[in-house]
């Protein structure tokens, strides 16, 4: 939930700054799918990392190079 509350904001922040109607105009919605996009993909990544460095911790390996 914390993270689509996140991504909800930090979107609208970055995307939406006309008020002037009552639905997105063509450049805020197209904004809106990349910043959804690069974000779902960053997300997707980190959760790629933490699997890869909890499965060398767990083969006894550390936290990594020093």
Known sequence: MNTYSNLVQRCFEDC??????KSLIS???GCVFRCVDKYMKGQTRLGERFQE??????QGGGLGPK
């Not at 460095?53 to 767990?58: Q, S, V």
Request: hydrophobic share 40%; charged share 25%; no cysteine.
């Open 53 to 58: 460095m909890n499965a060398t911790m767990m």
């Open 27 to 29: 450049k805020e919605e």
């Open 16 to 21: 939406v700054n006309d008020f002037t109607t």
